[in-house]
T-cell receptor, first 109, second 117 residues
Framework: GQNIDQPTEMTATEGAIVQINCTYQTSGFNGLFWYQQHAGEAPTFLSYNVLDGLEEKGRFSSFLSRSKGYSYLLLKELQMKDSASYLCAVLDSNYQLIWGAGTKLIIKP | GAVVSQHPSWVICKSGTSVKIECRSLDFQATTMFWYRQFPKQSLMLMATSNEGSKATYEQGVEKDKFLINHASLTLSTLTVTSAHPEDSSFYIC?????????????FGDGTRLSIL
């Protein structure tokens, strides 16, 4: 079966750095997406990785290792507004998007 | 860029009513749009994949006759919840993918919160 694992919940302090991990086992791989979803709102696109390595976008970075079936989303200089759920999703060999259950990130002052 | 508009944002209606939700890609063309449902504190559940000019592909367990999908143009897909009942109350979200291909990200509408009394 296809499976995406990410922690259910994480807590971090304002101004700090947090890393949200995602591991996947899918039938094929055509890229991995990270989305942010605030409570009661629709997801917004953060990043897309299809090759190994680190992609940096401002305070957010996303890393991929295809051989390990592993990705992480790194958030720096955390702000209160970063409190949200972060969804990892993988495009499988049929270009179907397989969604993780999301990681709820709680930022404390 | 990549704006998806979903309308309406909120619907409250009586049991037995049919509700139509529109999803439009405003600044790009989308051969493929997706309809999701999300219950409180749960992950996104894909209901169906809508392809322009052809029949939608429904996920297992989703009733085709209850959730009617029409994707008549490259910028518009509609979901009609027919004869809605309280158990259909949920957050419905559409997304659209650019013509650039399957590797393009899905861009989401703001969602429709449906409450059936």
């Amino acid at each position: 079966g296809q499976n995406i694992d990410q922690p259910t919940e994480m807590t971090a302090t304002e101004g700090a750095i947090v890393q949200i991990n995602c591991t996947y086992q899918t039938s094929g791989f055509n890229g991995l997406f990270w989305y942010q979803q605030h409570a009661g709102e629709a997801p917004t696109f953060l990043s897309y990785n299809v090759l190994d390595g680190l992609e940096e976008k401002g305070r957010f970075s996303s890393f991929l290792s295809r051989s390990k079936g592993y990705s992480y989303l790194l958030l720096k200089e955390l702000q209160m507004k970063d409190s949200a759920s972060y969804l990892c999703a993988v495009l499988d060999s049929n270009y179907q998007l397989i969604w993780g259950a999301g990681t709820k990130l709680i930022i404390k002052p | 860029g990549a704006v998806v508009s979903q309308h309406p944002s909120w619907v409250i209606c009586k049991s037995g009513t049919s509700v139509k939700i529109e999803c439009r890609s405003l600044d790009f063309q989308a051969t493929t749009m997706f309809w999701y449902r999300q219950f409180p504190k749960q992950s996104l559940m894909l209901m169906a994949t809508s392809n322009e000019g052809s029949k939608a592909t429904y996920e297992q367990g989703v009733e085709k006759d209850k959730f009617l999908i029409n994707h008549a143009s490259l910028t518009l897909s509609t979901l009609t919840v027919t004869s809605a009942h309280p158990e259909d109350s949920s957050f419905y979200i559409c997304s659209a993918r650019d013509l650039g291909g399957e590797g393009q990200p899905q861009h989401f509408g703001d969602g429709t919160r449906l409450s059936i009394l």
